[in-house]
Every structure is written in C-alpha cells, then in structure tokens.
C-alpha cells in the first residue's frame, strides 16, 4: 500500500483522499485552511457530497489532516495535486495554487511522483517539469491523473470509473500511479501528459455541447410542436448518440463545465486556434438560463415587479450544496432587476445562496415557498420536489403555474391538478 499527500481538501480532494484509503492507502490531506483542517480532524465534513463524510469515518485510522506542507510533502510517495484552478478574469485557468504547490515542494532527497488531478491546460505538466527541472529537482517525477467525478456521484464515479486516465513520459511512473487503482474495475488509459491534459477538456466540453445542443433542439421544439424529451429518447437509442447528457433544461452550471469550455476556448485561441463551436455552447447556454423570465411573462404579462416567484431548487444541480455557475443565481438575479418579489428554497445550498444573493428572500420548506406564489419554477430536480404534495400545493399558490426548468415534473398529472404547467421544448399544458 501506498503513501499518498492530497494537496486541498475541496471536492476532488476529500473524495480522492477517502476513496484512495477505501483502497488501502495511506492519506495526508493538505490544506492551506486551518479552520477546514480543524474541523475534518473533528470530523466535521465542510462540503456536502454524499456518502463522503462516512467514509472518512469509515477509514479515519487511514487519513491524517494538516496544514503543514513540509511534513506532509516528505512523506507522501505521490503527492495529489487538488487544488483548485478556477477562471481568471480572461477565462484562463488560473494556475496560482498549483504553482504554490510546487513552491512548497522540500528540496529533499526523497523521491515523489507530483500527480495533477486538478484541471490544467494542456501544456501545464510539460512546465512543471520542466521547472522541477530547473530548480534541479530530478527526485520528483510527474503524471496527470485527471478526475472525472460528478458532484454528488462522486464517490460511486470513483469506485466504478469509465476509465483511470494516467499521463506520463515515463511509462514505469503511468504504471505505478495506474497501480494505485488496485481495486477498482475500470480500464486504464497509459497516454502522454498533454494527451492525458486533453482528454479532461475535451471530455467536459463535449458532454457541454450535447446540453446546448439538445437545448437548442428544445427550443426548436417549442416553436414546432415537437416534444424534446422524445427526440432525446430517441436520438439516445443511436449507440453512436447515447442517451446521457441529452436532457433539455435551463442551463448546465457548476464549478466544472462553465470553467473547463471558457478555458478550452482560451487555450485553443492562445495556440492561434479559433474554436468556433464552443463560442456557441456557451451562448446558448448563458440565453437558455434567460429563457424561463419569458416565458414567465407570457403567463402573467409584461410587468414581473411585485411578482411573488418561487424557486425550487438553488444548487447547480441535485444532491449538492454547490452553487457555482448555478442558474438559479441568474435568474434570480433577472428576476430581482424586474422588481419580482423571490422566494428561495433549496434542501441544502440555502446558506451559500443566502451569501451571494441577500435579496431573495429564503424559506425552510418548498411548500412556504409557495405560499401565495404567482408562479414556480422548478430549478433543481432535488427528488424532494418531485415527491412534494403538489395537489396542496395548488391550494396555497395565488396563481397554479409551474415553470418546469428540469422536465423532471409530472406535466400531465399536474395539469390534471388545475395547474399551467410549462417544460423545455414539451408542450404546455393548462
Ligand atoms: C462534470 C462532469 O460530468 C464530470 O465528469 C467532471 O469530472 C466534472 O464536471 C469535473 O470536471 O470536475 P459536475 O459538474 O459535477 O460534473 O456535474 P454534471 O452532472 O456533469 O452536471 C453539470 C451541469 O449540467 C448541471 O448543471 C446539470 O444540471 C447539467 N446537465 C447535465 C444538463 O443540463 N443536462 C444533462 O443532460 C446533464
């Protein structure tokens, strides 16, 4: 069994960390927060993901939580870079925390394998090589490693991954990273590091483009006639299609997608490439999140101020606290700048909302969220929704109309209720 350093307890770090001890190994986890390190030595997870903070439990004698990079960097055999490399003002990534990481490198003897699993650009192995070169630490070697977690399928994508894709120059070093996965029961994938780099990209753009391409076709349908959750259906039964990222909605969000296509575009405009098509995934993707305050006028008029709006559903997406890129924060904040009266509920994300957005007004429940409602739209699928008592509901709202920005709603039945329920691309009904 191996020594592992995680360097940054976010997501992709915590579950690396407990994953990776799940499978035997010996976990530091590194961080720069004292106050996270403080409470995850406590036992207190700080971000939601499912099942998470029972497996830490599960295998705390495995993972040890400090914010000492000297200690944790010296004993760790490979050292997992995890930090985060959000957008810059230009839509680059920004590299800061991993070059902090290499700073904090000891120059010692021993010897480590440097393993990226945060998001870089292509070409950001072939640099920190090359500057470990030239800060003549020949000891330390380097993969990428990248992740391909989903927030709140974390740790079930980790312990039954599609593929482990390991890049190296070295194939003995892409062996013995890939032997870390012992265990699992997934391919792996031995490529270069630039390829390995590329993969991560090209994989986050690709899943982006099929949602705003399967939203344009949504709103293609609402001006045929065409219902876009069968023509998903049946694009999906294609072996060549797939049936997965094919759900029409109000917008993909989150800290990875919005991130990963603005940098993919970046790094291809910075080479001399002109990346038309991801221009496009993003356009339709910034108009589809606007989309719903249209439709929210063709039912109450023109004049949304003073307007009760409730919306269902505040994190990106379900089963996260995670609000990043969410639609729900422009919408809301569209729907503010239109003098409408926001009402707010999510089963988690409320307090991360509360912080960014102190104008919508926040509720405990989804049924006080539609109390006196003129209309809702469903912004997360949390299942909670999907099971609420909608016929009591009906009977609280001042007006029975239910923007569905998920087609997750059971549109007939509600309509059968007295509701006025409109999807993404399906007919409405009243
Ligand atoms: C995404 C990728 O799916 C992971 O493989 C990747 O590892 C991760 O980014 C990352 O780079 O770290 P995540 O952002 O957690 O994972 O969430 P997804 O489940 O992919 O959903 C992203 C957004 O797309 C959500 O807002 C979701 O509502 C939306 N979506 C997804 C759709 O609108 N339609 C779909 O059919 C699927």
Known sequence: MSRLTVVGAGYVGLVTAACMARLGHHIIVMDVDADKIESLRKGKVPIYEPGLAELIAE???????????????????????????????????????????????????????????????????????????????????????????????????????DRVVVGADDPAIAARVAALYKGIDSPVLA???????????????????????????????????????????????????????????????????????????????????????LNAVIEVNELQKRRVIGKLKRYLGEELRGRRIALLGLAFKPNTDD?????????????????????????????????????????????????????????TEWNEFLELDWASAKTTMARPIVIDGRNALDGPALANMGFTYEGVGTRSIA
């Not at 839509?91 to 070059?99: K, M, N, T, Y």
């Not at 391409?213 to 294609?238: L, P, Q, R, S, Y």
């Not at 239109?338 to 429940?365: C, I, K």
């Open 59 to 161: 295998y705390r004698e495995r993972i040890e939580f400090t914010t000492d990079h000297a200690d944790a960097y010296k004993s760790g055999e490979f050292i997992y870079l995890c930090v985060d490399t959000p957008s810059t003002a230009s839509g680059d990534a920004d590299l800061s925390r991993i070059w902090q990481a290499i700073d904090n490198l000891p120059p010692d003897e021993g010897e480590h394998i440097i393993v990226t699993k945060s998001t870089v650009p292509v070409g950001t192995g072939a640099l920190v090589k090359a500057e470990l070169d030239h800060r003549g630490y020949r000891h330390i070697m380097y993969a990428s490693n990248p992740e391909f977690l989903r927030e709140g399928t974390a740790i079930a994508d980790f312990m039954h991954a």
């Open 323 to 379: 609000i990043r890129q969410a639609s729900s924060i422009i919408l809301a904040s569209r729907l503010l700048a239109e003098g409408a009266h926001v009402v707010g509920f999510d089963p988690v994300a409320t307090p991360n909302m509360r912080t960014l957005l102190p104008a919508v007004t926040y509720v405990e429940s989804a049924m006080e969220a539609l109390q006196g409602a003129d209309a809702c739209v469903l912004v």
């Open 191 to 277: 490529t270069d590091v630039a390829s390995a780099e590329m993969i991560k990209y090209a994989s986050n753009a690709f899943l982006a483009t099929k949602i705003s391409f399967i939203n344009e076709i949504a709103n293609v349908c609402e001006a045929t006639g065409a219902d876009v959750t069968i023509v998903a259906k049946g694009m999906g039964m294609d072996r060549r299609i797939g049936p997965h990222f094919l759900q029409a909605g109000i917008g993909y969000g989150g800290s990875c997608f919005p991130k990963d296509v603005s940098a993919l575009k970046q790094l291809a405009g910075n080479s001399g490439y002109h990346f038309q098509l």
